[in-house]
DNA sequence: ATTGACATTGACGTTACGTGATAGTATAAG
DNA sequence: CTTATACTATCACGTAACGTCAATGTCAAT
């Protein structure tokens, strides 16, 4: 069987432009180039291709691909190893940027919630640029290290699961507002469950839950611009419901 | 205080070239150009320069933290909580990857042991080549979801800690074999460690340790050019000296 | 005046292609 | 046989975040 560039890419899964790449830097030539000038492929260069994807799909850059299909099968699982302990000194850097980011946030929020009240004092800014500004140096001393490992963020052990969950529940609370917003009714049941919904997705972020924060929070949610557009594109009117809902679960009415 | 901008560089620790290329895609300006066209930055730009430096870190893209440095403390809390989903879903990516890799050495491992034998049959090579194959398609198909989690291997459930640990493991198991050679005696209490450590080392890969395995394994690190060569870089010899000790240390004497 | 450390602006290289521009070729329909 | 269109080819520029020359100008000290 032979192929064009266009059958061969197809049957692939990539683009010609990425085959005519992968003959230019001599990684996979055609079979021959026929009278017209154009590319035709055999099975021998499915099969490379095949192969080359396959390694693609783990990360590998091309570079090392050209040297690993040439190589031999110990050669090749010597190169899988050496692979492997990239990806896994890759995952303990996400991880650590996970926290930091984490951190930032929890910081950030709390400033939020604790100078709530000083919203117009102008020390709010100062002081959360601030703390960047020392956790930026903290990063640079030594890596952070340490600093990051002496941390009691809830988040900070978060398994993979959780991090699914998480996922999951986010959108969960999302789906049960709009459910919730069509009932009108912020003590139904609805709208209790997707109150509660939002507790359990805060508490992923949290280190202890509090009714009082809870309900200042979604307060905020409907004050400040920003926060309430990104509930009301789901649904409009959705930060004024979820705040409704959640200080009938809270059971606190003013802030 | 005024800064050029190798006094700069210094303080951020970062090169000058960075400190131009910033310049020019104006994330961030000197305070002024003084008469000889030489970039002066004041103390605002270093604060700006560590704010840059710590969103960096957290691997956003200076186009991101164009806009995050311009925006408000909630702005810049709601693009770090998108930041923070963003890195857990290539956390997941990661992960998946590398169960990938783990399947593929696993199978390479397999196929190298259960093949040592018919090392000149010409079969071997066929049989991976049409595994890896097999794998690249199974990947494409359906990104593998489904088949990574039939995956009956051991490292799936590997933590982060157990991670470490066989790093940490990895690399004593090179020192102690360093320094076990020197003793020149296999049946010595150095090299019955680094035999030990070396099974320890080996059961992360291993659905279940059996001796015949690891008798079977060292015996290749000594066959094989490219495996030797691996051992024999760390300590000439050393694959040698580590097949005697596992040998001892497994009871078994003849491959 | 000279030297050495510092500054400037280009400009090309890096990875793995995407996205045109321009031009030649194959094939089926009219 | 012409035409439409579907395909092919080769440049060649653009991407992100700089590294690395090269050529040239400036500052402080000897």
Same mark, same amino acid.
């Given at each position: 069987m032979e192929y064009t560039v266009q059958k061969l890419s197809r049957l692939g899964g990539v683009s010609t432009r990425t085959l005519r790449y992968y003959d230019e830097i001599g990684i996979l030539k055609p079979a021959r180039i026929n009278s017209s000038g154009y590319r035709i492929y055999g099975s021998k260069e499915v099969d490379m291709l095949q192969q080359i994807l396959y390694y693609r799909e783990l990360g590998i850059s091309l570079d090392n691909i050209k040297k690993i299909i040439t190589a031999s099968t110990f050669d090749k699982t010597i190169a899988l190893i050496g692979h492997r302990k990239k990806l896994l000194e890759k995952r303990q850097q996400l991880d650590l940027l996970i926290e930091t980011v984490d951190k930032s946030i929890a910081n950030a929020e709390g400033k939020i919630l604790m100078n709530d009240k000083e &919203?117009?004092?102008?020390f709010k800014k100062k002081l959360v640029d601030d703390n960047e500004k020392a956790y930026g140096k903290e990063i640079r001393e030594k890596h952070g290290d340490e600093a990051v490992n002496k941390s009691n963020i809830?988040? &900070?052990?978060?398994?993979q699961d959780e991090c699914e969950e998480v996922t999951r529940l986010g959108h969960e609370v999302l789906e049960t507002l709009k459910e919730a917003y069509q009932t009108?009714?912020?003590?139904g049941e609805l709208a209790q469950k997707c109150a509660d919904l939002h507790r359990r997705w805060l508490s992923f972020y949290w280190d202890r839950y509090s009714k009082e924060k809870h309900a200042n929070l979604v307060q905020m949610y409907v004050d400040d611009e920003r926060f309430k557009t990104y509930y009301d594109n789901v649904q409009p009117g959705g930060a004024e419901f979820l705040r409704d809902a959640v200080f009938i679960y809270t059971n606190i009415t003013k802030y």
């Open positions: &919203k117009f004092t102008g809830k988040l &900070k052990k978060m398994t009108s009714d912020p003590n």
